[in-house]
């Protein structure tokens, strides 16, 4: 089995104003610069033949680049936080080509659920708070909400492995995938 997820790389100078962010706000432990993406498709735990069908569904897959705009920083978790991102632009193209990646899994025979897609890229991963930490860090994501970033042109999308370890996560890529860059 292998843990996978379909996720936009991010461009350099998206990385930097994100890194920036991390720095700006109270995270007890920030995602590692080189890890921030944007997850469109998490596929979880497969059997390697049926990874593959779907690598191969894929690579079928003729879908036109997008530009991609971060705008505003949120925390998911409600009440008891558990993680802060940077929102992305919902824009049509985007969500288009997240759904034609869901379909094309789906009909590969990955049993997706059906979850809204709210596109985002985490900055920190944590435990919920205590009230007073939660607040500092209600306040530091308030005080940030001004932050936009691109719209930058992307013109692949990535099917990358996760492995879970005690140091955190670490992402390899399996494929890549090009998108038209538009024209
Ligand atoms: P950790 O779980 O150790 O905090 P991680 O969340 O980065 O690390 P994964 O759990 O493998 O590593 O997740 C990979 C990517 O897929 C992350 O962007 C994560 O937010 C996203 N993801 C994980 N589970 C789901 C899910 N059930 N639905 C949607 N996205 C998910
Ligand atoms: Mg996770």
């Known amino acids: 089995m292998i ?3 379909v996720a936009l790389d991010l461009p350099d100078t998206v990385r930097s104003a994100l890194a ?3 720095f700006l706000l109270p995270l007890p432990r920030a995602v590692p610069v080189e890890n921030l993406h944007l997850t469109l498709v998490f596929l979880g735990e497969l059997p390697d033949a049926l990874l593959e069908a779907t690598h191969e569904a894929f690579c079928a897959l003729r879908l036109p680049g997008v530009a991609l705009e971060l705008s505003g920083l ?3 978790g409600g009440d008891r936080p558990t993680s802060v991102h940077a929102a992305a632009v919902a824009c049509d193209p985007l969500l288009r080509v997240q759904r034609k990646i869901a379909t094309a899994a789906r009909r590969a025979g990955v049993d997706l659920p059906a979850r809204r897609f ?3 890229v985490t900055l920190g991963r944590f435990r919920p708070p205590p009230p007073e930490d ?4 209600e306040r530091a994501v ?3 909400g001004g932050f936009r970033s691109g719209p930058v042109p992307v013109t ?3 099917l990358y492995r996760s492995t879970l370890t ?3 996560s670490r992402y390899d890529d399996l494929a890549r995938y090009p998108m038209a860059s538009g024209g």
């Open 20 to 22: 920036v962010q991390q």
């Open 166 to 168: 005690r140091q955190g």
């Open 142 to 144: 308030a005080m940030q």
């Open 118 to 120: 709210v596109p985002h």
């Open 134 to 137: 939660r607040m500092r860090l």
């Open 74 to 76: 949120g925390l998911f």
């Open 3 to 5: 843990r996978s997820f």
């Open 156 to 158: 692949e999308f990535v």
